[in-house]
């Protein structure tokens, strides 16, 4: 069992910065792929980010790409999200996900979910 609990979110003017974070319970969290996921008022849930177990391999959407980071860090159970350049299209509830296998993470299957940060961009 994983429990996932984020961190992180808040106010920001547009141009600004956030790092979220996903604190992990369990001690096979460094196993797990992770992913970041978003849902803003009135639109479906979508992949941000995702990292496979060491860290080595990431992934970003079209919408983020270039303006944040995804990490890990596997000793204190936590994948970070690091967001520049927010604009109040950001503006969503963020959720972190943990799939056990990389071919889950490839499928978008995941094991665990998070219960969100909220993120608020003004213009």
């Known amino acids: 069992q994983v429990q996932l609990v984020e961190s992180g979110g808040g106010l920001v003017q547009a141009g600004g910065s956030l790092r979220l974070s996903c604190a992990a319970s369990?001690?096979?969290?460094?196993?797990?792929?992770m992913g970041w996921f978003r849902q803003g008022p009135g639109k479906e849930r979508e992949f941000v980010a995702g990292?496979?177990?060491?860290?080595?391999?990431?992934n970003y959407s079209d919408s983020v790409e270039g303006r944040s980071t995804i990490s890990r860090d596997n000793a204190k159970n936590t994948v970070y999200l690091q967001m520049n350049s927010l604009k109040p299209e950001d503006t969503a509830v963020y959720h972190c996900?943990?799939?056990?296998?990389?071919?889950?993470?490839?499928?978008?299957?995941?094991?665990?979910w998070g219960q969100g940060t909220q993120v608020t961009v003004s213009a």
């Open positions: 996900a943990a799939a056990r296998t990389w071919s889950q993470y490839l499928r978008g299957t995941y094991d665990y």
């Open positions: 369990g001690r096979t969290f460094s196993t797990y792929a």
């Open positions: 990292i496979n177990w060491s860290g080595g391999n990431t």
